[in-house]
């Protein structure tokens, strides 16, 4: 099963902003309006940030959006903060298998 | 309050058979599948196996059948992660998560940490 493409790392200053690609096929990611979004700490599990390509699940901030063309998947955090430097993950349905789709990952840093 | 609470780390030696649980607690356990997810050390995240506690129904990842057996309890609201015969290469944490219909996961559990050594 292959998995999605994300940049291994993404960096950008305190207030700035940055945006995450996912990259699937046309079969996946740019068939379906299926794509969330983890954030994972160090040493922490996995939490959902955005969900159906685009919503935020209650207690996000809205620093956090998701959009969506073709088959590139992005996530977008706004205003960054040392606190979103954290590892992150995409996620989508595929009908080709019971598994969606994860992501490779993206580490991001804040300098 | 929707929750996964899993069991806690484990040491193992090679060999050895291990069984960790994720229980659920806060909504309706039986009609939510539940996924278990690999995260090897400074690795990205890898989908193991999902089993619907509805009826037991698992289905696993071609890497992971054989290796490993997930099954739940029905009555305590608990799926579990099992295997017979533990390698070195099996160090790793193991997430449970919930999954909100037929795509993605809402819910983690906090991670079990599995080391294995001799």
């Known amino acids: 099963q292959s998995a999605l493409t994300q940049p291994a790392s993404v960096s950008g200053s305190l207030g700035q902003s940055i945006t995450i690609s996912c990259t699937g096929t046309s079969s996946d990611v740019g068939f379906y309006d299926y794509v969330s979004w983890f954030q994972q700490h160090p040493g922490e599990a996995p939490r959902l940030i955005i969900y159906d390509v685009n919503k935020r699940p209650s207690g996000v901030s809205s620093r956090f959006s998701g959009s969506k063309s073709g088959i590139t998947a992005s996530l977008t955090i706004s205003g960054l903060q040392a606190e979103d430097e954290a590892d992150y993950y995409c996620i989508s349905y595929t009908r080709s298998s019971p598994f969606d789709l994860l992501g490779t990952g993206t580490k991001v840093s804040v300098l | 309050e929707v929750q996964l609470v899993q069991s806690g780390a484990e040491v193992k030696k090679p060999g050895e058979s291990l069984k960790i649980s994720c229980k659920g607690s806060?909504?309706?356990?039986?009609?939510?599948?539940i996924g278990w997810l690999r995260q090897m050390p400074g690795k990205g995240l890898e989908w193991m196996g999902v089993?619907?506690?509805?009826?037991?129904?698992?289905t696993y990842m071609p890497s992971f059948e054989g290796q490993v057996t997930i099954s739940v309890d029905r009555s305590t609201g608990t799926a579990y992660l099992q295997w017979r015969s533990l390698k070195a290469s099996d160090t790793a944490i193991y997430y449970c998560?919930?999954?909100?219909?037929?795509?993605?996961?809402?819910?983690w559990g906090q991670g079990t940490l599995v080391t294995v050594s001799s």
């Open positions: 998560a919930r999954r909100p219909g037929s795509f993605g996961l809402d819910y």
């Open positions: 806060g909504y309706e356990f039986i009609y939510y599948w």
């Open positions: 089993i619907y506690p509805g009826d037991s129904q698992a």
